[in-house]
Nanobody
């Protein structure tokens, strides 16, 4: 699976952004997809995940209620709608995909085989 992330940018506190991740090379409906983010000097952190059926989503506590992950299997695309953005959301955001994962593993970056190139999100105060 090849992943291409897009949609990042510079916004102000309280603004919204929608990230997109387009996939190719494997039926998208066969993988679990997720978003992670990373700031300089820190490990990649889980943001959100959606199982291949699209019926189950999971979020980091820091984004719950503000971010929404969704997917369009027909378009081979996963989205991350980010609302009420805060300066602490500033990071490089990566999309990831992996085989059908169990719930206990979806928050670990090591569970994912495929990664996009990352897109920068900067939230100014």
């Amino acid at each position: 699976v090849q992943l291409q992330a897009s949609g990042g940018g510079l916004v102000q506190t309280g603004d919204s952004l929608r990230l997109s991740c387009s996939a190719s090379g494997r039926p998208f409906g066969s993988v679990t997809t997720a978003w992670f983010r990373q700031t300089p000097g820190k490990e990649r952190a889980f943001v959100a995940a959606i199982f291949r059926s699209g019926s189950s989503t999971h979020y980091a506590n820091s984004v719950k209620g503000r971010f929404t992950i969704s997917r369009d299997n027909a378009e081979n695309t996963v989205y991350l709608q980010m609302n009420s953005l805060k300066p602490e959301d500033t990071a490089v955001y990566y999309c990831a995909a992996g085989p059908s994962l169990i719930l206990s593993s979806i928050r670990s970056a090591s569970s994912y085989n495929y990664w996009g190139q990352g897109t920068q999100v900067t939230v100014s105060s």
